[in-house]
T-cell receptor, first 110, second 114 residues
């Protein structure tokens, strides 16, 4: 049974810092891994999708890496801004189903 | 391109009442998902449709929850009767096909059961 864990559960950093969010999964037989952002009271916004054959994806200040063999993914946020404050969720897909982690609540202080 | 639409956005009901949620996926997306997200947790898949058919409903409490997707487009999720522990945000998502494609989420429906 696939289990997805995100560490840390919460993170508070000053503006401008580079930071790393972690996602680990127990079953390496995945199709892809997707990172989402969720603002309070809102739905999920897709940030990056990494196919199982890829090692990383980049979009603006975001970079996500995937190491299937070790069951890990990291989301790197460069030069953090107060607008980055949100909950970040990772989800892994396998056999047509997505399994989500519990998320990391990020607060970037001005 | 229009996103995933959901209604209502908020609903407050008393326990033992019934409620229904509606979802309209992105045009052309064959796969539709319903998730339940309890406060402080990640979304949990309730049911997944591929066109008209159910792919996975293993975590759907079938004694009280039901869902349908008529004509492979819109979908409704119903709870009857509701319990206090059903208080959550119900999210609908869609993708082109199954697990190999990016999911797009609607804004969700926040349900409060009193």
């Amino acid at each position: 049974k696939q289990e997805v864990t995100q560490i840390p559960a919460a993170l508070s950093v000053p503006e401008g810092e580079n930071l790393v969010l972690n996602c680990s999964f127990t079953d390496s037989a995945i199709y892809n891994l997707q990172w989402f952002r969720q603002d309070p009271g809102k739905g999920l916004t897709s940030l990056l999708l990494i196919q199982s054959s890829q090692r990383e994806q980049t979009s603006g200040r975001l970079n996500a890496s995937l190491d299937k063999s070790s069951g890990r993914s990291t989301l790197y946020i460069a030069a953090s801004q107060p607008g980055d404050s949100a909950t970040y969720l990772c989800a892994v897909s396998g056999t047509y189903k997505y399994i989500f982690g519990t998320g990391t609540r990020l607060k970037v202080l001005a | 391109e229009a996103g995933v639409a959901q209604s209502p956005r908020y609903k407050i009901i008393e326990k033992r009442q019934s409620v229904a949620f509606w979802c309209n996926p992105i045009s052309g997306h064959a796969t539709l998902y319903w998730y339940q997200q309890i406060l402080g947790q990640g979304p949990k898949l309730l049911i997944q449709f591929q066109n008209n058919g159910v792919v996975d409903d293993s975590q759907l409490p079938k004694d009280r929850f039901s869902a349908e997707r008529l004509k492979g487009v819109d979908s409704t999720l119903k709870i009857q009767p509701a319990k206090l522990e059903d208080s959550a945000v119900y999210l609908c998502a869609s993708s082109l096909e199954g697990g190999n494609y990016e999911q797009y989420f609607g804004p969700g429906t926040r349900l409060t059961v009193t």
